[in-house]
């Protein structure tokens, strides 16, 4: 037999309650669904219906989250129930409490960015402590967008004076003379995602100033030996698909005042020998050094559509088991 019981909401303003529950109860029904029970919101008060008070006790800590990141971002998103939700689960909602009280920066329009998960709050936070930050995990963990919103940040405050993005232009091999076009041309395709985030937080117009200025510069990997850059924040994005020696060349040109973050997914590695890449080199040799952090997003820092995170797990699991066959 289920049992009601009640969660005051008085103290919270009706957009952030409207907001709670979500369009057309949305918001409610997934709650409901992750822990077997029943909400109604009238009157701003919660009634929750369920027939265990440990499943009421689990709505009662996600509620209190919900409200907490409205509080911060004035928004919510059916990702993010469910990532709370997932945490509650897990035991892990506490943690959460602390991802939202530092902004990375802002987008051309002013809205706060903030991490959304505990994983991007551990990146966020050794970007700001460490010189070199190696960032791995899957796709939609959003470690490329924060990498490039920080270098923004940083740039907009004066902090330093050049961005440079770079990447392996084409998997397993820099085979550039094959696409049409001059070198911006060639490689832009290839760094799409890293535009999109400059737009955000400085806008088309902005962007298109600084990269003519070459305060922003984009460039594949083969292009960066030889050089030192001083008082730059260079990322280097699909590190994964780097080999021991592009990824020693590219840690090198490292200048004064200057910050380094890579990214790469390990589990897209696409050169013929998976051992060989510099990104799973670079963790064996480097760890432990001070000034160097290393920092892994797993399927549970997934900011995309619910299904990536699924397909996500599917896929890892599947990819496990294969590896134990062989």
Request: charged share 25%; with cysteine; glycine share 6%.
């Amino acid at each position: 037999m289920k049992k009601q019981y009640q969660i005051p909401l008085e103290e919270y303003p009706m957009e952030w309650i409207a907001a709670f529950c979500g369009s057309q109860d949305k918001n409610l029904s997934m709650i409901c669904e992750a822990f077997s029970c029943e909400i109604v919101v009238r009157n701003n008060v919660c009634k929750v219906l369920c027939e265990q008070e440990t499943d009421f006790i689990h709505v009662q800590h996600v509620v209190q989250a919900i409200f907490e990141m409205l509080e911060h971002l004035h928004e919510i998103q059916p990702r993010d129930i469910q990532y709370i939700t997932r945490l509650e689960k897990l035991d892990r909602l506490s943690d959460l409490s602390l991802t939202y009280q530092k902004p990375i920066g802002k987008t051309v329009n002013g809205k706060l960015i903030y991490p959304k998960t505990i994983g991007q709050r551990n990146l966020f936070r050794c970007m700001c402590k460490s010189e070199i930050v190696f960032a791995s995990g899957v796709a939609g963990t959003g470690k490329t967008y924060l990498a490039v919103v920080y270098a923004a940040t940083l740039l907009k405050k004066g902090e330093i004076r050049k961005i440079v993005l770079t990447r392996p232009a084409v998997e397993a091999g820099e085979n550039l003379g094959f696409l049409p076009g001059d070198l911006k041309e060639k490689v832009d395709p290839y760094l799409r995602p890293l535009y999109d985030a400059l737009y955000d937080v400085l806008g088309k117009e902005q962007v298109e100033k600084l990269l003519e200025k070459e305060i922003i510069e984009i460039a594949p990997l083969a292009y960066m030996r030889g050089r030192t850059l001083d008082n730059a924040f260079i990322i280097l994005d699909e590190a994964q698909n780097t080999t021991r020696a592009q990824m020693k060349m590219f840690l090198t040109r490292m200048g004064y005042h200057s910050r380094i973050v890579i990214t790469g997914d390990v589990s897209q590695i696409d050169l013929i020998r998976k051992k060989d890449s510099g990104l799973v080199n670079a963790k064996a040799i480097l760890d432990g050094i001070e000034g160097i952090s290393f920092v892994e997003l797993t399927s549970l820092d997934v900011v995309r559509h619910p299904l990536v995170q699924k397909i996500i797990e599917r896929y890892e699991r599947e990819e496990g088991t294969w590896q134990e066959s062989y």
